[in-house]
């Protein structure tokens, strides 16, 4: 049975023994690798008159270190240094110390190129970009190559015993192609140099084209029918755009095989001949390093055109998402908009009340149906065509909805108000106006909008109530100083007889109290006040009282007084007059005085026959007192009393407040009050 607490460490045991032997797989590959590179670049030494042509570990190792993480480095470049050390010593026969130089030179400068290389590109593939392309070049092709061939050649010059700088240049370019060479080739296999290639059918198709591209122009390049190397540069260029960083590579490892190849067995340009006399080796290597740089900057392009391609291919089909979600969005929208706008427009035309927009020129660009009638338009158009000042009958009118909406624009704050606005018929109609800044989509005050709402007939129900209130306040006043009057002036033999008086009088102020209010205030009927007063002597046989006259309203002040003249006379002819017998007559006819530009006057007579004789007054009484009061009360009254034998004649006038021609009755409002 197992522990359960050994499990953890036998766990944690087993990754490092894992991690352990997966390193020691690589450090072993790399050194297998360098040998094998050693083995080459001693091989590629036997092309006559050259020493060593293209050093290719220094590549390996760059490849090693560019695809692992820094704490690897000392591992790979232990491998790396292992190798060429038995390279040195094998096939070279160099001395020790010669070859611990050789071995450590070509080791640091690999870790310093990878490291200025990872300066710039910290993570990811390297040669999937311009820059990356560029930066790899010039350390592989440039600073590697001087680290190592300055320590090379100090070896070689101690191993040999000859000036440090005499190979310097040689192994320069030796360095340079074996890093430009081994070390793309590494990354590819590594898998960090790009992503891999997808072939499918036809690509196979055009690979195997461009391989029989290469061939023939390889066979003619180096088959001594045109011995120039360029012509390899056609395919190679070909690779590179068509198959992107890995056709590069391969095509470089091609292209370098069949140069080096060809150049052994004394074939192509870079033979021994006259074409580059004795720097046949230097030239190989230079071409080598031209091309590699070639195809890889080129395959840089291709692979960075085929990455900006896919990211436009993806910003495309993302763009394309967007913009489907926002057309579906954008007719849900509009839908919503049409269906609201709808929506707003009936509720808009419905309404009785104005309704209207302005842009920042003051032109209404919206008005609805209220708006139109109250403004005279027969269409929104017509305020295109005219302009808004023209739709108004007053300037005063004009001028105070403009200074409103200035207003507005200039505080950007809502603002209620009243104007007046005279309606087509010539009615002069006042609002209560709200007004508030109208933005756009943007958030910028892009006119104004308002609602007005006509509240003509409440300020006159208004002003109706007050002066009413008014009226009532000031006829209480009125009343009660009438009936003060009466009480002052009130006297009689008894106190039954005295209250039967005052019942009376008082009794007859408040019917005509009740006909004023009855009236909404405006006044009394004189006619009314005449037989409401008289109908209880009336004969039921003859007509013994005859009232003449054009009926007339009486102002209510008026009308009270009236009540009491009439009811003294009534009551005078009741006890000693017309009234008191069966043969007396009683006659009232007034007439109406019109007196323009003053107030209309009434004139009546009161004119008693038949009845006992009758004779001046030895004093006055409550009755005589009363009217005379009258005549003094207003302005323009006046009373005259008649004392014949046949009967009393009163003549009095009063002034008519408020009265209106009969001939110019069509004239007034449905309230009988004057137009406005």
Same mark, same amino acid.
């Given at each position: 049975m197992?522990?359960a607490?050994?499990?953890?460490?036998?766990?944690?045991? *087993?990754?490092?023994?894992?991690?352990?032997?997966?390193r020691?797989?690589?450090?072993?590959?790399?050194?297998?690798?360098?040998?094998?590179a050693a083995?080459?670049?001693?091989l590629?030494?036997?092309?006559?008159g050259?020493g060593?042509s293209?050093?290719?570990?220094a590549g390996?190792?760059?490849a090693?270190?560019?695809a692992?993480?820094?704490?690897?480095?000392?591992?790979?470049?232990?491998?790396s240094?292992a190798?060429?050390?038995t390279?040195?010593?094998?096939?070279y026969h160099?001395?020790?110390?010669?070859?611990?130089?050789?071995a450590i030179?070509?080791?640091?400068?690999?870790?310093t190129?990878?490291f200025?290389?990872r300066?710039?590109?910290?993570?990811g593939? &390297?040669?999937?970009?311009?820059?990356?392309a560029?930066?790899?070049?010039?350390?592989?092709a440039i600073?590697?190559?001087?680290?190592?061939?300055s320590?090379?050649?100090?070896?070689?010059?101690?191993?040999?015993?000859?000036?440090?700088?005499?190979?310097?240049?040689?192994?320069?370019?030796?360095d340079?192609?074996?890093?430009?060479l081994?070390a793309?080739?590494?990354?590819?296999l590594?898998?960090?140099a790009?992503?891999?290639?997808r *072939?499918?059918?036809r690509?196979?198709?055009?690979?195997?084209?461009?391989?029989?591209?290469?061939? &023939?122009?390889?066979g003619?390049?180096?088959?001594?029918?045109?011995?120039?190397?360029?012509?390899?540069?056609?395919?190679l260029?070909?690779a590179?755009?068509?198959?992107?960083?890995?056709?590069?590579?391969?095509? %470089?490892?091609?292209?370098?095989?069949?140069s080096?190849l060809?150049?052994?067995?004394g074939m192509?340009?870079?033979?021994q001949n006259?074409?580059?006399?004795?720097?046949?080796?230097e030239?190989?290597?230079?071409?080598?390093?031209i091309a590699s740089?070639?195809a890889?900057?080129m395959?840089?392009?291709?692979?960075?055109?085929?990455?900006?391609?896919?990211r436009?291919n993806?910003?495309?089909?993302?763009?394309?998402?967007?913009?489907?979600?926002?057309s579906?969005s954008l007719?849900q929208?509009?839908?919503?908009?049409?269906?609201?706008a709808?929506?707003?427009s009936a509720?808009s035309?419905a309404c009785p009340?104005?309704?209207y927009a302005k842009?920042?020129?003051f032109?209404?660009?919206y008005?609805?149906?209220?708006?139109l009638?109250?403004?005279?338009?027969?269409?929104i158009?017509?305020?295109?065509?005219?302009?808004?000042?023209?739709f108004?009958?007053?300037?005063?009118?004009?001028?105070?909805?403009?200074?409103?909406?200035?207003?507005?624009?200039?505080?950007?704050?809502?603002?209620?108000?009243?104007?007046?606005?005279?309606?087509?018929d010539?009615?002069?109609?006042?609002?209560?106006t709200t007004?508030?800044?109208?933005?756009?989509a943007e958030g910028?005050?892009?006119?104004?909008a308002?609602v007005?709402?006509?509240?003509s007939?409440?300020?006159?129900a208004?002003?109706?109530?007050?002066m009413?209130?008014r009226?009532?306040?000031?006829?209480?006043?009125n009343?009660?100083?009438?009936?003060q009057?009466v009480v002052?002036?009130a006297?009689?033999?008894?106190?039954?007889?005295?209250?039967a008086?005052?019942?009376?009088?008082?009794?007859?102020?408040?019917?005509?109290?009740g006909a004023i209010?009855a009236s909404?205030?405006?006044?009394a009927?004189?006619?009314?006040?005449?037989?409401?007063?008289l109908?209880p002597?009336?004969?039921?046989?003859?007509?013994?009282?005859?009232?003449?006259?054009e009926?007339?309203?009486l102002?209510?002040?008026i009308?009270?007084?009236?009540?009491?003249?009439?009811?003294?006379?009534?009551t005078?002819?009741a006890?000693?007059?017309?009234l008191?017998?069966?043969?007396?007559?009683?006659?009232?006819?007034?007439k109406?005085?019109q007196?323009?530009?003053a107030t209309?006057?009434?004139? *009546?007579?009161?004119?008693e026959?038949?009845?006992?004789?009758v004779?001046?007054?030895?004093?006055?009484?409550?009755?005589?007192?009363? %009217?005379?009061?009258?005549?003094?009360?207003?302005?323009d009254?006046?009373?005259?009393?008649c004392?014949?034998t046949?009967?009393l004649?009163?003549?009095l006038s009063a002034?008519?407040?408020?009265?209106?021609?009969p001939?110019?009755k069509?004239?007034t409002?449905?309230?009988?009050?004057?137009?406005?």
């Open positions: 197992l522990v607490s050994n499990s953890p460490l036998r766990d944690e045991i *087993m990754i490092i023994a894992d991690t352990i032997l997966k020691t797989t690589v450090a072993l590959g790399i050194y297998a690798a360098c040998i094998a083995q080459i670049t001693e590629l030494g036997a092309i006559p050259s060593v293209i050093w290719l570990p390996v190792l760059l090693a270190a560019l692992s993480p820094r704490p690897l480095w000392p591992l790979w470049a232990a491998a240094i190798a060429e050390y390279g040195n010593l094998i096939w160099h001395s020790f110390g010669p070859a611990s130089l050789l030179g070509n080791a640091i400068a690999s870790l190129g990878a200025i290389i300066k710039f590109i910290p993570a593939p &390297i040669l999937v970009t311009i820059k990356g560029a930066i790899f070049m010039v350390v592989a600073c590697m190559p001087l680290l190592s061939a320590t090379g050649s100090i070896a070689l010059g101690w191993s040999y015993d000859r000036p440090w700088n005499d190979a310097w240049f040689r192994i320069l370019l030796g340079a192609t074996g890093a430009t081994a793309p080739l590494s990354l590819l590594f898998r960090t790009a992503p891999a290639l *072939m499918h059918p690509r196979w198709i055009e690979a195997s084209s461009l391989l029989i591209f290469f061939v &023939i122009m390889a003619i390049a180096f088959g001594g029918v045109m011995p120039f190397a360029f012509l390899l540069i056609p395919p260029l070909w590179a755009l068509s198959f992107r960083i890995p056709g590069a590579i391969y095509t %470089i490892v091609a292209v370098s095989l069949v080096i060809f150049t052994l067995v192509g340009p870079f033979a006259l074409i580059y006399a004795d720097i046949e080796n030239a190989l290597q230079m071409f080598l390093i740089t070639t890889l900057l395959g840089a392009i291709a692979e960075e055109n085929r990455t900006g391609i896919k436009l993806s910003a495309n089909r993302t763009l394309e998402e967007r913009v489907a979600e926002r579906a007719v929208s509009e839908t919503k908009a049409r269906e609201t709808n929506l707003l509720i035309e009340d104005l309704i842009d920042l020129g032109n209404i660009i008005a609805n149906t209220a708006t009638k109250a403004m005279g338009a027969d269409r158009e017509d305020f295109h065509t005219l302009t808004e000042k023209a108004y009958k007053a300037d005063d009118e004009f001028d105070a909805v403009r200074k409103n909406d200035i207003h507005v624009l200039a505080t950007t704050k809502t603002l209620v108000v009243e104007e007046t606005i005279t309606s087509p010539g009615e002069r109609r006042i609002y209560r007004k508030a800044p109208l933005y756009d910028s005050i892009a006119g104004i308002g007005s709402v006509d509240i007939d409440i300020k006159k208004q002003a109706r109530e007050n009413l209130v009226e009532v306040e000031h006829r209480a006043r009343l009660l100083a009438v009936v009057g002052q002036l006297h009689a033999d008894t106190v039954s007889d005295l209250k008086k005052l019942s009376k009088r008082i009794r007859a102020l408040a019917q005509t109290n209010a909404d205030w405006r006044g009927s004189l006619k009314n006040i005449l037989e409401d007063e109908a002597y009336r004969s039921d046989m003859r007509s013994n009282i005859l009232v003449t006259g009926d007339v309203m102002a209510p002040s009308a009270q007084s009236m009540t009491l003249v009439v009811h003294e006379l009534t005078n002819a006890k000693y007059g017309c008191s017998n069966e043969t007396g007559r009683l006659s009232v006819e007034w109406i005085d007196r323009p530009p209309p006057l009434l004139n *009546m007579t009161w004119h026959s038949g009845g006992p004789p004779s001046a007054p030895t004093h006055k009484g409550f009755g005589t007192t009363m %009217i005379s009061v009258f005549g003094q009360e207003h302005p009254s006046k009373v005259d009393f004392w014949e046949t009967g004649i009163v003549r002034p008519l407040t408020g009265y209106v021609d001939e110019r069509a004239e409002n449905a309230d009988g009050s004057p137009p406005s």
